[in-house]
Structures are given as structure tokens and as C-alpha cells.
């Protein structure tokens, strides 16, 4: 049985959390013996497609027609890849264009979705069992999907993918698409040239504890020095200290980086809903009270403005000697 995996490539660029989507599938078509196909559309290159192969991709189709993201079009174009490979699986990442195209697929195709799966399936016959967080990361809930289509959506950072040397068969893929009711007039991006926040695997954030806008340099420096993204809690971008796209939590981004560094941050329940599922956790704090520390893997109790440039000064010096 093979699996189809919707790969979103904007702006001719594959997004890092689709390479795990590729591995994900991979895994699952490893347990039902079958092969993955990748749909995807736009200008990215014949080469960087055929590299999905790396990750377990046999075949790739690319519509070369659509050049914007359209969600109804998109829709079209992975149920005609679908209808083309024969996949009773469909997987997407769980990121912004997986969670508008997924589900219209599913009403289209009556197809069980399942979003923002953390495991690979567990096969019972025609059922899957899949998990997923719920209530913020607090506790974890298992879905089962019995319908003959299925579709999951991947939280990224889930697994990490192992690539091989392979390469996949790029073809194209021309369906007819519909008159779409919804036009995209202008795609903007909010978050300059750096790393964007949901990709990164490093991220150094900071709080209220910054107390202003004029002393994030030292917050960038350490992201710089690391390569990592910035970001920070609510209030700071409430209050216009930060731009609103580097808010993480119950109501900003949700994000899973390796490292997630927390400077001036109290760790309120709803900052944690978003950053809680990050892999190793770093906490600042002058107050050895704050809440933040009960989830933190490394606690520093100390004064940000002393800490965070000791921190760039190491990374730096690290940096110089390897
Ligand atoms: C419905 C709802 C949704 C919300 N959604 C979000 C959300 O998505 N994301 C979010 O972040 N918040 C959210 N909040 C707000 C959340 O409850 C907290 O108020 C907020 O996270 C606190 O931000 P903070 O930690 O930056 O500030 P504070 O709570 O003021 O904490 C500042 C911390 O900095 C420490 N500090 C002070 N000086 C220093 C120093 N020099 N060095 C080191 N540490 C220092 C203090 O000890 C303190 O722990 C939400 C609230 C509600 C009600």
C-alpha cells in the first residue's frame, strides 16, 4: 500500500518539517510494504525534489500550474496525486498550509484525519492507532482510524529523520483545477530574514524580566552566537516590546526545539502550553520560586543581564576553539 505526503515548498524552498513528513511515511509504509509519493507544487527544482529520496520518497509529482498557495486548488491536486498512486494514507506536517489543506481533503475524500500525530501509526489491519498531544502537552490522547482513506497530520520534531542516498523519480502532475472562490491577494512575511520561529531547532527567549524593549540586544546576541530564533512571552509582544510573530504559547506559537532557552520568563501555565514539548529546556530566573524551573532541564538562578552575555561570551569562545 503506498503513502502520499503533501510536501509545502514556498517559495521554490522544501520546509524543513516536510523531510520528516517524507521519514514519517516511510515508516509507515515500511510496516504495510508499500512505497511513499510525494506531491507538492511550484517552482522548487527537479534536484531538490529528487533529494526526497533520502528520506524514503519513491516518486514525487509536482504541479508546475499552481505557483501560489491556493488551499481549495491544493486540495485538487493532492486528491488527483492520490487517485494517481492509488494511497490509502495521505500525511501532512501539521503547519500552517497541513492545517487548512488536510481537513478540506478529508471532507472531500470522507477520510478519518487525525492532526498533529507525535507517533507512527501502530497497525492493526484496516485500523491505526495514533497519538497525539492535547490539553497543551499536558497529557496525550490515542486515536484510532478505521476509514479506508486516512489522513494524518505531523507535529514537526516528532522523529528525526535518517537519510539514505537514494533519490526519487520526479514526474508532473497536470489536473484540472477548480475556479477557486478564495483568491490570495498578498502573502507577507512577518518574521524579516531569520529563522523562522516554527522551524528552528534552537530558540532563546526572554520575558517581561527584560524589563524593556531597549535591552533585547543581549537576547539576540546569544541567539546569534547560537543560531538560534528569538522569542518571547505574551506580554512582551502585548505590550509592543517584540513583534507579535515571536509570541510562543497557548495563544501564540506552539514549538518543539531541541534547546529552548527561557531568560526573564515566570513560566505561566499558558507560556508552558506552547513550549513545554521543546527537547532540552533552559531556565533564567532571579527568583528561584518561578514556576518555570519545574520544568526547566538546567536552571540558572541569577540576573539575565549578567547570565545571557556569560552564555554568548562561552558559546562564542566554544565556537572559536572547534
Ligand atoms: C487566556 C490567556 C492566554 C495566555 N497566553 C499566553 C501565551 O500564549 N504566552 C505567554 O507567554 N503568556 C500567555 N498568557 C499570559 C501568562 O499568563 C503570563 O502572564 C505571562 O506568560 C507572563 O509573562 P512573563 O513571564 O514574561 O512575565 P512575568 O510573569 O512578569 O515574569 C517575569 C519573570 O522574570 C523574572 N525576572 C525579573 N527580573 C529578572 C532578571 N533581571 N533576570 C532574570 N529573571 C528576572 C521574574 O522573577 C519573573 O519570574 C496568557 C494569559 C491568559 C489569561
Redesign the pocket.
Known amino acids: 500500500m503506498s503513502v502520499l505526503v503533501y510536501v509545502n515548498a514556498p517559495e521554490g524552498k522544501i520546509a524543513k518539517a516536510a523531510y520528516e513528513a517524507v521519514y514519517y511515511a516511510s515508516k509507515i509504509a515500511e510496516k504495510e510494504g508499500g512505497d511513499v509519493h510525494v506531491v507538492t507544487y511550484g517552482s522548487v527544482s527537479d534536484d531538490s525534489l529528487a533529494e526526497l529520496g533520502q528520506y524514503g520518497a519513491s516518486k514525487v509529482m509536482v504541479c508546475r500550474e499552481l505557483s501560489e498557495e491556493n488551499d481549495q486548488k491544493l486540495t485538487a491536486i493532492v486528491a488527483a496525486a492520490r487517485e494517481k498512486c492509488g494511497a490509502k494514507v495521505i500525511v501532512f506536517s501539521f503547519d500552517p498550509s497541513g492545517k487548512v489543506v488536510a481537513p478540506r481533503l478529508s471532507a472531500k475524500l470522507k477520510a478519518g484525519l487525525v492532526s498533529g500525530a507525535t507517533s507512527v501509526p501502530e497497525i492493526d489491519g484496516a485500523r491505526f492507532s495514533i497519538r497525539t498531544n492535547v490539553f497543551s502537552g499536558k497529557a496525550f490522547a490515542t486515536y484510532q482510524v478505521e476509514t479506508e482513506i486516512k489522513i494524518i497530520s505531523l507535529m514537526p520534531n516528532s522523529l528525526k529523520p535518517e537519510k539514505s542516498d537514494k533519490k526519487a523519480e520526479v514526474e508532473s502532475l497536470s489536473p484540472s483545477l477548480p475556479e477557486a472562490g478564495l483568491k490570495v491577494v498578498e502573502r507577507k512575511r512577518q518574521s524579516g530574514d531569520g529563522i523562522p520561529l516554527p522551524e528552528a531547532e534552537l530558540v532563546v527567549s526572554a520575558?517581561?524580566?527584560?524589563?524593556g524593549p531597549e535591552n533585547w540586544g543581549i537576547v539576540e546576541e546569544l541567539a546569534e552566537a547560537l543560531g538560534a530564533a528569538t522569542a518571547c512571552?505574551?506580554?512582551?509582544s502585548d505590550i509592543g516590546w517584540r513583534p507579535h510573530h515571536e509570541?510562543?504559547?497557548?495563544?501564540?506559537i506552539a514549538i518543539r526545539p531541541n534547546l529552548y532557552i527561557a531568560?526573564?520568563?515566570?513560566?505561566?501555565?499558558?507560556?508552558l502550553?506552547?513550549v513545554n514539548n521543546s527537547k532540552t529546556i533552559v531556565v533564567?530566573?532571579?527568583?528561584p520560586e518561578?514556576p518555570?524551573f519545574k520544568a526547566a532541564d538546567y536552571g540558572i538562578v541569577?540576573?539575565?543581564?549578567e547570565?545571557l552575555p556569560k552564555l554568548t561570551e562561552a558559546v562564542k569562545k566554544f565556537k572559536a576553539s572547534n
Open positions: 520575558g517581561r524580566g527584560l524589563k512571552s505574551r506580554p512582551v509570541h510562543v504559547g497557548q495563544t501564540g531568560a526573564g520568563i515566570s513560566g505561566a501555565i499558558q507560556h502550553a506552547g533564567i530566573n532571579t527568583d518561578a518555570f541569577g540576573d539575565a543581564f547570565v
